[in-house]
Every structure is written in structure tokens, then in C-alpha cells.
């Protein structure tokens, strides 16, 4: 059977008749239980790894493409993401007519986000609804800030290569069906990690010993040795990315278990938050509805700013605060209303609750934002360990296997 092949590797050290020893009746009890209970996580261990590693090592390739993915996209098409002018930006109400006037028939312009760089574009997000489907379909509109020029304007959300890997490894392509699968995914490599440490774990002053390379030995034992030892050194950072992903997957059931600890605001729905309608008045301008916002966050950068399509909708603005911890995205958001510009709703991230803060952390730990670039880098490269110990797993079987067809023939002739 192929998990008795890499048991039989990985607990060869350990095995020892229990009635040899000279011990008394009461220490083999407790030796006992402990070899079934290493057994038993030694089991769960290789089969979350023979039937989950595929889909473990899917995730974090997925995951260390995306730490880049946004880089990567202005890299390959630079001429759809990279701006020809220079010096100040256009005013926004031209940025924002140039994305109108290219948006597909039937849509409508949903969102803006500002770029990160001074050689990015501006992205803006065209919404449209087919007949009879249920989801939007979602078109990206880049526009050069400084010529307020459409660079492309047909690009579908999941028809391009950055987009089509982000929808893979959120959702494996099947949205709700898949995002729930991925949730599953992060949870049992989160327990191969946990029980993988159980199983690494040394006895007393044996851990030189199982922190470092040992050469010496077959090709199984060498094997064996990458396999606990990218395991282990990884532990840490792949632990951190299993949690984040769960919780991004699962937000609506980890927040409240925050929340019994510490106080969580709703996310606002559209519906919650709306603009009342004033006869023959038409919208702020979006200049306007900026400058609102500027005035409640005067240090904020911009990032986002949701604009109004129906009679309630309202005008959304998030921005960037030097404090928060994610810094391309905006924690720091205003929801104004689209005739008065009264402010309806603030969020202050410097006013975050202990639980708010925590949540607010978790994604720029799972893309490594939280630590700058060295932190991307290290997320980057953790991503590639699974499929380290998926191989030396595999390997470490086959090799086994061979052994014991050897060992067969041998005895056969």
C-alpha cells in the first residue's frame, strides 16, 4: 500500500518491540498510546499529502504569481499599462469621460482605481449585465493619467493571463462551488502543516540533529531529510498563508468569531447606504466629491472611487493612510451622496478597533504587502515549498516501491 511504503520510512527510527524493554508495565502503556498516536497523525499526514498535495501545490504556485501579478501584467503589455506622458495628472473628470466614452454598450462605469506609480495607468471597471445571466461581467478600461488617452478598452476579467490565475486560485473557475474548495484546501494544509510538525518533532537533545542536513544514508533517507526540513523552516510563513487564505475565503464565518473579542463594524451593503434623490439636480462632479473626502483624510493618497449609476447609488471614495498596513488598497474610505455630498458613512483606520486592525492585516500578509517588498519576496518564495515536499513525497514512494519490487523478485527467484 503506498501510505505503509512512506510509513515505513518515516517511522523506522522509533519502532522497537515493547516487551523487550525492561521498563515497567505503566511506562510501555504510555509508550503504546504515543505509537498509536503518532501512527494515527502519521496516516492523516500522507493522505492529506497524497490526495490534497496536488491542489496544495496548485494554490501556492497560483499564490506566488499573484504576489506579483499586478507587475507582471504592466510587464507583459506594456503598451495596454504603461502611460506616454509625463508631469501632472489630467483632471479627473477627464480621466473618468475618456473611460465613459470607451466602456462596452450595455455597461456602465463602475469604479476607478488610481495607479500606484508614476508609470501606471488608471484602471477603471466597466460593468455589464447580460440578459438573463447572473453575474456582471467585469471589462477593464486603462487610461494614461497625463494624457487622459484610452490605451485599451476590451480587456474581460478572466480573459487575460493575470486575471484568469487570480479567478484560478481564488475560485479554481467555479466561483462560489470553487472558492468554498479552496477554503477546504487552506484548512487541511493547515493541519499537514500541524501534524507534519508533530511528526518532526525530536526527542530530548535531538534537535541539532533535526535541524540539519544529514547526506549520509539511501536515497530515501536523503529524501526524507529535504522533505522535514523544507517543511519545517517553511512552517511559519506557510501556517500565516493557510490562515489568510481560510479567512479570505471564509471571512463571513471567521469575523464573527473576532467579534468575540473584540468589536467588528459591518461591511456596508449597496443597499444600506444610499443618496436621496433630488429633483432635476444632477451629480456632483467628481472633482467635487473628491474634495469631500480629501477634507475628512487630508493626508490620504487616493486609491478607489466607486461612482454613482442609479438614482441612490452613492459616491465612494477610498484612500490610502500612511499608517495602514495594506498600501495599495485603502482602508481609509467616505461614502458620500451623490446631489448633496453629505457624508453618510466614515471609515478611519486609525480608529480601528484591536479586531478590526487584525482583520485589516490579514490580506497584506497573505500577498507579503505587509513587509514591503522583502516581505512579497519571501511569500514569493515560500510558494515553491510545496511542491518541494509534494516531489520528495512522491519520490520518497517510488523509491520505496522499487525497493520493494526488488525485493520481491529476489526472493521470487
Known sequence: MITDQFRSVITQPDLMDPLESPEPLSWLSAKRRRFRLRKFWLTLHLYLGLFGGGLFVLMSLTGSFLVFYKAIDEWLNPVLMTPSGAGPHRPLSEIVAAAKSAGPSGGWLDSVEWPLHRHGVFLAWHRAQEAGADESRWIQVTVDPYTAAVLTKDREWGGYLVSFIYNLHASLLMDDVGATIVGFVAIFLLISISTGLYLWWPRPGRLGQALTYRSSGSPVRRHYEWHKLSGFYSAIILGMLAFTGVYLEFSNYVIP?????????????????????????????????????????????????????????????????????????????????????????????RRFTGGETFLAWLFPLHNGEAFGLTGRWIVFITGFVPLLLYVTAVRMWWLKRQAHRRQKQSSAS
Do not use: C, M, N
Not at 439636480?281 to 487630508?298: D, K, T
Open 257 to 349: 468569531i473576532v467579534r468575540l473579542f473584540s468589536q467588528v463594524q459591518e461591511v456596508p451593503k449597496e443597499e444600506e447606504i444610499q443618496s436621496v434623490p433630488i429633483a432635476g439636480a444632477p451629480s456632483l462632479p467628481v472633482e467635487q466629491a473628491i474634495a469631500l473626502a480629501r477634507q475628512i483624510f487630508p493626508e490620504g493618497e487616493l486609491r478607489y472611487l466607486g461612482l454613482p449609476h442609479e438614482d441612490r447609488d452613492v459616491y465612494h471614495v477610498a484612500l490610502y493612510q500612511p499608517s495602514e498596513v495594506r498600501t495599495s488598497g485603502g482602508e481609509s474610505q467616505v461614502w458620500l451622496d451623490q446631489y448633496s455630498g453629505a457624508v453618510l458613512r466614515v471609515q478611519d483606520s
